[in-house]
């Protein structure tokens, strides 16, 4: 049976509900590895040696088979994935109670092909509540390694891994309510902390070991009601955050900038006023500011499920600076969520496309789109797969292109995880 506690959990940090708790236990979408520094200050090449280089032909990103990750019985919800070393990691867990009944938050690493390498690995005990918990998230490196985890029983937990996603000692208790995103710095994590009931989120930093360091103070742009938000962390420590709020219609969209331990640098600003509604807030930081995406409502009717995906640019300090892009060739669908990263020349996004008129997006399409590092549509979106229910795409750049990993439920097949490699393919004559 496919659960509906597939839909809570509906993409590694992005989720439903109303409250900064309902929403914020999955809403915060991490970049990888290679939208985690300052954008600006990336290593450039040195200019006397590229001056008679010639020039290298642009990808074209070239989808691969897809690859099962689990196998029945019971559904799987996919939490979080990032690019490690060699591989990337994927966390996940069973998603109903139908038998076995063994809800363990697990780590599988994928070769950049998205097979598995090895057996996975037991990160979190069952919580033992099958209505009180919230998606793993991983942190990998390049300084630390490391999970975190919210269960209604114990608590916001830590637990260290090693380079090559081996746990180490037993999971430690950071504190009671919610937490999420997990980052590596140089001193050590950072992670959000989610405090339902009075409708705060908190920035925390911790050891290499996962001991508390620094509890930062309610973060203003995300208080109050915040449906989705989203974070990029650049390499003078500091956080800028994204989030909607103030219900629908329209959707108020803020950014704000908070240093290394949550103190801020900025008063919350408005960045958008979407009609009718906006959600799945993403963030990524760019050359000269930053991009803000989100999905828009095609149609206003509450049960509508179809979804466009809109690109802002932003300045450093938060500013709409540029054209705002409406994605309007492809609709997605709006519970499965969507996903980006940065790659050498702008950014690919997936998102998995209803194929029929229901609200339930029972057969629908795994698309992947191209982006400039401005946002604009790099030519025409990818059509990878189709199949029934998919779900939570969460792609990653790799060494070799990308790999996209998500739920879906193939006739008579719980709800499984798959993945699919993007093969970066260069060729002569094609422009930048």
């Not at 590229?50 to 691969?64: F, L, Q, R």
């Not at 331990?261 to 990524?284: F, N, Y």
């Not at 519970?335 to 496309?353: K, Q, Y």
Request: glycine letters at 10%.
């Amino acid at each position: 049976m496919r659960s509906r506690w597939a839909l809570v959990l509906c993409c590694a940090v992005a989720a439903c509900g109303g409250r900064p708790g309902t929403k914020a236990l999955l809403a915060d979408l991490p970049a990888d590895a290679s939208s985690l520094g300052d954008a600006g200050a990336a290593d450039a090449p040195d200019a006397a040696a590229s001056h008679d280089a010639a020039p290298v032909p642009p990808c074209i990103y070239v989808p691969g088979a897809e690859v099962a990750i689990t196998e029945p019985p019971s559904d799987k919800s996919l939490h979080a994935a990032v690019t490690a070393g060699d591989s990337v990691w994927i966390a996940w867990q069973v998603s109903n109670p139908d038998p076995p009944h063994d809800n363990t938050r697990r780590l599988q690493r994928l070769s950049y092909a998205a097979t598995p390498l090895g057996d996975p690995a037991a990160l979190f005990p069952p919580p033992g509540q099958w209505n009180g918990y919230g998606g793993a998230s991983l942190a990998a490196g390049p300084e630390h390694y490391g999970a975190a985890v919210w269960d209604e029983g114990g608590g916001c937990q830590f637990r260290g891994l090693s380079a090559t996603g081996e746990p180490g000692a037993g999971p430690q208790r950071v504190g009671d309510v919610l937490c999420r995103t997990l980052r590596s710095r140089p001193d050590g994590f950072s992670l959000f902390e989610i405090d339902d009931a009075a409708q705060e989120i908190r920035l925390l930093t911790l050891s290499p070991t996962g001991a508390l360091v620094t509890r930062g103070p309610s973060i203003a742009a995300l208080a109050g009601d915040v449906f989705y938000w989203s974070s990029v962390v650049l390499g003078d420590g500091s956080y800028h955050v994204l989030a909607s709020r103030d219900g629908f219609s329209p959707t108020h969209l803020l950014h704000q900038q908070i240093d290394a331990t949550g103190e801020p640098l900025t008063e919350p600003m408005k960045v958008a006023e979407v009609a009718p509604s906006a959600s799945h807030v993403r963030l990524a930081a760019v050359t000269g500011g930053f991009l803000a995406g989100w999905l828009t409502a095609v149609d206003e009717a509450v049960d509508d499920q179809r979804r466009r995906i809109v690109i802002q640019p932003l300045a450093p300090d938060g500013r709409v600076t540029g054209a705002r892009e409406v994605l309007d060739e492809r609709i997605a669908y709006r519970d499965a969520g969507w996903s980006w990263t940065e790659v050498e020349d702008g950014f690919l996004a997936a998102f998995a496309e209803p194929l029929e008129p229901d609200t339930y997006g029972n057969l629908t399409s795994l698309v992947v789109q191209q982006l400039s590092a401005a946002g604009a549509p790099k030519g025409a979106a990818i059509e990878v797969l189709r199949s029934h229910f998919i779900r939570s795409p969460q792609i990653r750049a790799t060494p070799e292109g990308a790999v996209v990993v998500y739920e879906a439920q193939p006739t008579g097949v719980p709800t499984q995880l798959y993945g699919v490699p993007l093969r970066c393919e260069r060729r002569e004559g094609l422009p930048r």
